[in-house]
């Protein structure tokens, strides 16, 4: 049995439909973990992706966190981002995928990794499973072909890529640490921007990184910029700083 790690975003449902294609659907289960702080237009694309694979998809839930949100989580933990990732990505996610794996046992993993993405893939194969099937790097697929590939079946990518975003994580990512990034949220999500800033100062969290040293969200100038976005990972299944 394959399993397909669904994140709600473009690389994701490409390797769950090369997949099928290649395996067959009564190989492949396809899971997702879902998240309070997602933006709602993730869950019209998922329903979008389930009936164009032809395969529902399952959710893997926290058993520790089942509100599965991730304001929660920082809450709980008085933490919202570490050195080593995000609490929300290993709880919600990560914890969440463990559980999932215990009780189904799948003989192997698909994961979005694109083409451009093979240090995060051969990362992961190092500190985490071995048995992955790389499919979208075996397709040599980068993030805008998978993205092509979408449209081309007529599905519609989820909302925060037309704002601007370059993947369908949560609104407000504590991984990013990017001016350019938490600027693009204050814009779009004015409110979620405020949660942020007021829960980040609360828990003496800097999200951000301004002229090379870290800054509370609150002292973060509207007109700052920094790198481009493109190059912010999914929030994946295990979690780097961006
Ligand atoms: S997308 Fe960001 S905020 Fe959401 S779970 Fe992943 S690391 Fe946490």
Redesign the pocket.
């Known amino acids: 049995m394959i399993a397909v790690w669904f994140s709600c975003g473009a690389a994701s449902a490409a390797a769950l439909k090369l997949t099928i294609e290649r395996y067959g659907v009564d190989q492949v289960r396809a899971v997702n973990?879902p998240?309070e702080?997602?933006d709602k237009d993730n869950k019209r694309f998922m329903r979008d992706v389930s009936d164009w694979c032809g395969i529902e998809i399952e959710s893997a839930r926290s058993s520790r966190y089942p509100t599965q949100s991730?304001i929660d989580?920082w809450n709980d933990r008085k933490a919202m981002?570490f050195i080593h990732?995000?609490?929300?990505?290993k709880h919600?996610?990560k914890d969440a995928r463990y559980e999932w794996e215990r009780a189904n046992k799948p003989d192997w993993h698909v994961l979005g990794f694109t083409v451009d993405e093979r240090s995060r893939h051969e990362g992961f194969i190092r500190s985490e499973r071995e048995n992955v099937l790389p499919v979208l790097i075996d397709a040599g697929m980068t993030k805008s072909d998978c993205a092509m590939m979408i449209r081309r079946a007529g599905l519609v990518l989820p909302n925060l890529y037309a704002m601007g975003y370059p993947?369908a994580?949560?609104i407000?990512?504590?991984?990013?640490t990017s001016p350019t990034y938490w600027n693009l949220v204050r814009r779009t999500h004015p409110e979620q921007f405020k949660e942020r800033a007021e829960q980040s100062r609360s828990l003496n969290v800097r999200l951000v990184r301004y002229r090379g040293k870290r800054i509370f969200l609150d002292e973060l100038p509207a007109d700052a910029k920094g790198y481009k976005l493109k190059s912010m990972p999914?929030?994946g299944l295990f979690?780097e700083e961006k």
């Open positions: 973990n998240i702080e997602e991730c989580v981002s990732g995000a609490p929300c990505t919600l996610k993947n994580n949560c407000g990512c504590v991984k990013a999914e929030c979690c």
